[in-house]
């Protein structure tokens, strides 16, 4: 049946995928604003919170990649009219990156000081970061697995369950935040940073379990290892290698980031640590559009219908923009509040108030950026996706931040590096589509 381009099957998906897509910043940020709000070592742990999710958010993009490889090739398949070729791949492909999650596990926790000293963290920011991280670190897996799941609904063209597992996920790990965090009067002894931790990882096992549940009634894909191996596993391992190379340039980026802002000083990372959670969180709330292009534009590609590509992309981009534009104009009306909410630390949010401008005044920029990354997922352009980050990063980011550095801009110079960063993206992708997809259109 071939798919419609209309305003209610885009945002039957992009909304749900929205939801689900802003879970796992989402996590981070409730984080972020309850421990910052600590009364004892709240600077500290607003700081190391900031590390260590910059840490975790690096490895679990880099392993995640699977979600968009998995996402794309059943959603090819199933606009050809082939799904049953591929039942055997996601199981295969879940198990290889599961175990792979396991051993980075296993080994970057007994190596955690010496990554978050190079990290710039010492001090008791250093020591909180290692109890947050050797309990936060047990999610990885779990998250990767949640991701793997939600790459398989999406080929499916289903974000509804997804949204439904992240919405029981936030809204858990809110309430176990704010007991385990804070504790209760005799009954609870307030855990601190140490709470926020076990808050996460309790929400990520609750959010896995919901997914292998659903995944089991609710699909008739099998999560049983069966051999031998499917045609299509090397096309998936090629694609996530590609996706995986980019995403350590874009996590070299963000590490980068943290570790200049880190160096500023206590207040500096505090700032950026707000900054970046707020950016994050934006990003997962446009690319619901990005998940819509991927999850539509795979399909329109099995049924090669180019015109369709054409015009779903003309509309994911009009929609975002429009979801990106009263982000920003929430960001203006609420300059000061949103910031009140991370931290009381007068010196933090002034330093915040003095870059938040140049978060908000990107949103439009971000939007182009990664409504067609999804877009281009969909398609399974992942080499050029994994280009145009190794350029943007290597030849744009990097340079521009120690040009600041050099030139003594502090945080207006990290967050400079990222508009020109995004720019690079956008402009990229979109040259991109036109040049390929423009000579493909049928006329009439």
């Not at 020109?420 to 993206?425: A, E, H, K, L, S």
Request: glycine share 10%; proline share 3%.
């Amino acid at each position: 049946m071939k798919t419609l381009i209309t305003f209610k099957t885009i945002n039957r998906l992009a909304v749900p995928a929205t939801v689900a897509g802003i879970a796992e910043p989402l996590l981070s940020i409730t984080d972020t604003a309850i421990v910052g709000n600590i009364p004892q070592n709240g600077l500290e742990s607003l700081a190391a919170a900031g590390i260590v999710g910059s840490f975790l958010s690096m490895l679990i993009w880099i392993l995640g990649q699977t979600r968009s490889s998995i996402s794309a090739i059943m959603s090819q398949y199933l606009g050809a009219g082939r799904l049953e070729e591929v039942k055997s791949l996601p199981a295969q492909a879940i198990f290889f990156n599961i175990s792979l999650s396991i051993l980075i596990l296993i080994s970057t926790i007994f190596v955690a000081e010496d990554i978050f000293r190079l990290l710039e963290a010492s001090g008791k920011i250093l020591e909180f970061c290692i109890s947050y991280y050797s309990i936060r670190v047990w999610g990885f897996p779990l998250t990767l697995f949640t991701f793997a799941v939600f790459g398989i609904f999406r080929g499916l063209q289903n974000t509804y369950w997804p949204m439904l597992i992240a919405l029981v996920g936030a809204v858990l790990n809110v309430v176990l935040d704010l007991i385990l965090v804070y504790g209760i009067e005799d009954f609870i002894a307030p855990m601190y940073l140490e709470g926020a931790a076990w808050a996460s990882l309790i929400s990520q096992g609750v959010m896995a379990l919901m997914a292998f549940v659903l995944l089991v009634l609710k699909t008739q894909i099998s999560l049983r290892l069966r051999f031998p191996l499917n045609p299509e596993l090397g096309r998936l391992v090629v694609m996530s290698l590609n996706l995986f190379v980019r995403a350590l340039a874009l996590n070299a980026a963000l590490v980068l980031a943290v570790r200049e802002a880190t160096a500023l000083g206590d207040r500096y990372i505090g700032a950026h640590t707000i900054a970046l959670n707020l950016w994050l969180f934006a990003a997962f709330f446009i690319d619901g559009y990005g998940a819509a292009g991927n999850i539509m534009g795979g399909k329109l590609l099995g049924e090669r219908d180019y015109n369709g590509l054409w015009k779903l992309s003309k509309k994911i981009i009009l929609y975002g923009i429009v979801v990106s534009s009263a982000l920003a104009l929430a960001g203006v009306l609420f300059y000061r509040p949103i910031g009140s909410l991370f931290s009381n630390e007068t010196v933090v949010l002034e330093t915040f108030y003095s870059v938040f401008f140049i978060l908000i005044l990107g949103l439009p920029m971000n939007t182009v950026a990664f409504v067609f990354d999804g877009l281009f997922k969909g398609l399974g352009e992942m080499k050029y996706l994994r280009n145009v980050l190794l350029s943007a990063t290597f030849l744009g980011f990097i340079p521009t931040l120690y040009l600041g550095k050099f030139m003594g801009w502090g945080l207006y110079g990290i967050w400079i590096a990222f508009i020109v960063w995004m720019g690079i993206r956008g402009g990229a992708l979109v040259w991109k589509f036109r040049r390929k997809f423009r000579p493909l259109l049928q006329k009439g």
